[in-house]
């Protein structure tokens, strides 16, 4: 039974996740800081899954924690970098710099600490998986995505030069980039705890859900281990890059 490490597993897709691989029949290890909701998961996953609480930012404590794993949960074999988040939406001119660096700290840096951290186990069983929750904010450029944009790009060409450091290894790395996906707590993080702008981004779409994207990823681990999907993009059907724009009234 292969076993799994899913950041940001307290809410959102790494919840959504966390309980499509125990389905799967998948161990799993669910990782986020609010310990509180990680043990009302355990309690409805089981024996199978681990809740681990650490900050993805703070590289000591989470080494710490993943060398005393208990037995049973050791050998990671899938690695899912989906602890991240969005921080204002304010122009670059006028966003808050600690909320920049925040999102660098949480979606740069801490993917690449546990990255680094578990990576040569896989090197050395010769076996693996790292999936990265990149986002289409890593491709296409909107108002107000400045930095956190800038971390999703980030996180692609990581995902593409981890590809290239294991060429000829048997260790795939997918960078699954989505679009507007309601029913996490996204938004809500991303306003600072202002749930009426928060439910506004959500209001006449139809968006896709943190379902739909656990599902992908169930399907990307369960693809045969001969093939690599490099990366994945979704949106819904009520998004789409849809042109340039020109501004009349300049
Ligand atoms: N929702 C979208 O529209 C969307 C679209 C594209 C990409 N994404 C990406 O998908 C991922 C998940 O998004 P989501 O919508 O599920 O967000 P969410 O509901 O806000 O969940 C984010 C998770 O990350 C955890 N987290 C945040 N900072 C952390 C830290 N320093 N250490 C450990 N855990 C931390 C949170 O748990 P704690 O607060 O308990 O630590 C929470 O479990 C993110 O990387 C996001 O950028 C989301």
Redesign the pocket.
């Known amino acids: 039974m292969n076993t799994v490490l899913v950041?940001?597993?307290?809410?959102?897709?790494?919840?959504?996740i966390c309980r499509k691989l125990i389905a799967d029949g998948y161990k799993v290890i669910g990782?986020?800081?609010?310990?509180d909701?990680?043990k009302s998961l355990a309690t409805e996953l089981g024996d199978n899954f681990l809740p681990l609480q650490?900050?993805?930012?703070?590289k000591d404590a989470v080494d710490n924690i993943l060398a005393t794993l208990p037995i049973g949960f050791q050998q990671i074999d899938i690695l899912i970098?989906?602890?991240?988040?969005?921080l204002g939406i304010e122009p670059a001119y006028e966003a808050d710099y600690t909320d920049w660096e925040?999102m660098v700290?949480?979606?740069i840096i801490?993917m690449m600490h546990l990255t680094r951290t578990i990576l040569p186990g896989m090197v050395e069983r010769n076996f693996g998986y790292i999936i990265n929750?990149?986002?289409?904010?890593g491709t296409y450029p909107y108002r107000g995505g400045n930095v956190?944009g800038a971390?999703?790009a980030f996180?692609k060409q990581f995902s593409a030069n981890l590809r290239t450091d294991l060429f000829g290894k048997k260790i795939r790395v997918t960078n699954?980039?989505?679009?507007?996906?309601?029913?996490?707590?996204?938004?809500?993080?991303?306003f600072h705890g202002d749930n009426a702008k928060a439910n506004d981004v959500y209001k006449n779409v139809q968006?896709?859900t943190?379902e739909d994207?656990a599902n992908t990823i169930s399907w990307l681990v369960n693809t045969p281990p001969h093939m690599n999907v490099n990366s994945i993009e979704i949106m819904p059907i009520a998004q789409a890059p849809a042109g340039l724009n020109v501004s009349k009234e300049m």
């Open positions: 950041t940001g597993a307290s809410a959102g897709f790494g919840e959504a990782a986020a800081r609010r310990e909701k990680l650490f900050d993805v930012t703070q970098n989906n602890a991240g988040l969005a925040t700290q949480t979606n801490g929750l990149g986002s289409i904010a956190y971390t999703k996180v699954v980039e989505p679009g507007l996906c309601g029913g996490t707590e996204f938004s809500n993080v991303r968006y896709i943190a994207i």
